[in-house]
């Protein structure tokens, strides 16, 4: 007989000051790209059917990515903290915070002029440090004026505001659930075109013909056929690489910076599936998912219709 007990069941409390991400480094992206590089495709070439051959190959990129790429728990400190400071910065800052102490215990008229001298002389350390760091973001970016106005805003401290919605009314009911209000918020963003449409319609004369019967009315000329040809390697890899390298990502969690590490290895597959869905006329179906994102635009924070949804696209169904 075998007896199990379980005491104290209760669901984890989510850490506040912890976070998981990705642990992307050099030594992660170069097993990433061997792995990748020993794949053959066989299970996608070999397939006709457009969603099976992008599941596959989904699969396959997937598994090498999270097995390579583990999630690490870090403070949310680190990701926070200024990029310009050196560890010899940290070292010369908790130096002058023991010169401190020295100088309160002791009360010596010498040490604290030795240590008036060396916050000086650390305050211009930071601000050449500081300097360089920015000079060199601005120097390697593409819009100057936008990066130099994101580092004037990084240097107003201003705080990040989350636009999540932590209660909304509906039907004279302030709701704070959000497994609530989220299904609220789908179901808005689901029919209020909808509506907006009809209310549109309301006001339109019955007798405006169909817009298809319009056209065939006025335009009977016969339009020329569309040219269709096979997609080049040369042409996705031009596509990808136009992608900006941001961290973003979709439900998939593939970035456009590790889609760029890995262009090399996954052209191939990705030209025939696309010209496989361009031939057959199926766009893949797990392409087809976005995490959708309530953005607060103004007013009562409340109020549903203050809000407008964006959607964040997986990489892959930007190049398609």
């Known amino acids: 007989m075998q007896l199990l007990t379980l005491n104290d069941l209760v669901q984890p409390v989510r850490d506040s000051k912890h976070c998981y991400i990705r642990n992307i480094n050099k030594l992660t992206i170069a097993e990433f790209q061997a792995l ?40 949310k400190t680190y990701l926070t903290r200024s990029r310009w400071i050196t560890n010899g910065i940290k070292i010369s800052c908790k130096r002058k915070k023991e010169l401190f102490v020295l100088c309160k ?3 010596n008229y010498n040490l604290k002029l030795y240590y ?19 000079n060199n973001i601005i120097l390697r970016s593409k ?30 009911t302030l709701i704070d659930n959000q497994l609530k209000i989220a299904n609220i ?11 907006n449409m009809g ?26 056929m569309i040219q269709w040809q096979y997609v080049s390697t040369y042409e996705i890899k031009n596509i990808i690489k136009s992608l900006k390298s941001k961290n973003t990502c979709g439900y998939d969690e593939i970035s456009n910076r590790v889609l760029k590490l890995s262009s090399p290895f996954i ?13 057959s006329g ?20 409340t109020d549903i219709s203050n809000y407008r949804p964006i959607s964040i696209l997986t990489s892959f169904s930007k190049i398609f």
């Open 199 to 224: 209310n549109i319609n309301n006001g339109i004369n019955q007798t405006t013909d169909n817009p298809i019967n319009y056209l065939i009315k006025y335009y009977n000329k016969p339009f020329p």
């Open 105 to 107: 215990i002791t009360n």
């Open 36 to 75: 990748l590089s020993e794949e053959l495709w066989e299970d996608l070439f070999e397939n006709s059917d457009v969603n099976t051959m992008f599941k596959n190959f989904l699969n396959t990129y997937l598994r090498c990515f999270n097995a390579c790429f583990l999630k690490v728990n870090i403070s």
């Open 116 to 134: 008036k001298k060396y916050c000086l002389i650390l305050t211009k350390v930071i601000c050449k440090a500081k300097k360089l760091y920015y």
């Open 267 to 279: 052209i191939s597959p990705l030209t025939y599936i696309c010209n496989a869905v361009l031939k």
């Open 143 to 172: 819009n100057k004026m936008k990066s130099t106005w994101k580092i004037i805003s990084n240097e107003k401290r201003r705080p990040h505001q989350d636009t999540s919605p932590t209660m909304l009314k509906f039907e004279d």
């Open 185 to 195: 918020l789908n179901y808005y963003f689901l029919t209020v075109a909808d509506a």
């Open 282 to 301: 199926v766009f893949p179906d797990r392409l087809k998912y976005a995490i959708v994102k309530p953005i607060y635009k103004k007013g009562s924070k």
